[in-house]
């Protein structure tokens, strides 16, 4: 293992610095607003505040799924928050949730509204609300609940660990991205064991367990989490790469994931939505780019 200049922690820690790194400018050490701005609310009961990361994607693959089922008062209103700008700061936000973390989740079908910070609290809440995608038989509810607080749990070592160290930390530090590299291959290697199985992530039902591991999980396999399927030999993990192929195919996964989208092409992105048609309008602008 190569040496890394030896740091001695002080007694008593002080932010003096930024602390490197592809984040550093939005990282602090406290809580609270650092600005006033309210929070939009567009015309429909449900108000998403969002960005389409992994934990963003969770909610909109899910409204979008029950949407699809015929689920009216899931309709919603997807506002972007810019992270690296600071929105997730606003007096508004941090209203909503009070650890200014995407997504949150606003239910103006009640009064007063419902605020649900936190992608697997949205999901749970969601999915109870409409009674879809969350097994009422208990064995199969708690061993859906089960996946996701694992995922909740367990994407912090591939995120803030593995991720960080390996993609956006301002220096490689071969001990921390071994340190998580290991976990996040026993992390692959308990799904994997865990889909050889099963055809979803608790059976043959597709469920909130799925949408949430799935954008965290399947983004390794397929290489766009990181760059770093190939460092991870995601290949070898053929039972999850089997199963984050079969929930990438479903249509209502495409439409969430575009939504709050700011990252790939324009094809990827729908930069906020309030409409189910905004869908057809996106792409019928796409196609009208092509033809000029």
């Known amino acids: 293992m190569s040496a890394t200049p030896e740091y001695t922690p002080p007694r008593v820690w002080k932010w003096d610095r930024e602390s490197g790194g592809a984040f550093a400018s939005i990282n602090r050490p406290i809580a609270g607003s650092t600005h006033d701005k309210d929070l939009p609310v567009g015309k429909h009961p449900l108000q998403l505040y969002s960005l389409g990361t992994p934990n963003g994607v969770k909610v909109t693959v899910l409204l979008e799924e029950l949407l699809a089922l015929g689920h009216a008062g899931a309709e919603y209103d997807a506002w972007l928050i810019n992270i690296m700008e600071g929105a997730q700061f606003s007096s508004g936000f941090v209203d909503a949730n009070p650890n200014s973390k995407i997504p949150a989740l606003m239910d103006h079908s009640v009064d007063p509204p419902i605020r649900v910070f936190e992608s697997g609290a949205i999901l749970f809440y969601l999915a109870e609300k409409f009674g879809a995608f969350l097994p009422t038989e208990p064995r199969a509810r708690i061993e859906c609940l089960n996946w996701v607080f694992w ?26 991205i071994d340190r998580f590299a290991m976990e996040v291959k026993r992390q692959l290697d308990v799904l994997d064991r865990n889909l050889a199985e099963r055809e979803y992530m608790i059976g043959d039902t597709y469920t909130i367990a799925d949408m949430a591991i799935w954008p965290w999980y399947g983004a390794v396999v397929t290489n766009e989490a990181y760059q770093a399927a190939e460092f991870l030999e995601a290949h070898t993990y053929g039972h999850l790469a089997r199963w984050a192929e079969l929930i990438g195919g479903r249509e209502t996964v495409r439409r969430g994931r575009m939504v709050n989208g700011v990252f790939g092409g324009p094809e990827d992105q729908l930069i906020e939505r309030h409409d189910a048609s905004d869908f057809e309008t996106r792409t019928r602008d796409k196609l009208g780019e092509i033809d000029k």
């Open 151 to 176: 995922q909740m749990a367990s994407t912090p070592f591939l995120g803030g660990g593995f991720g960080h160290f390996y993609a956006y930390a301002p220096v490689k530090i071969e001990y921390a």
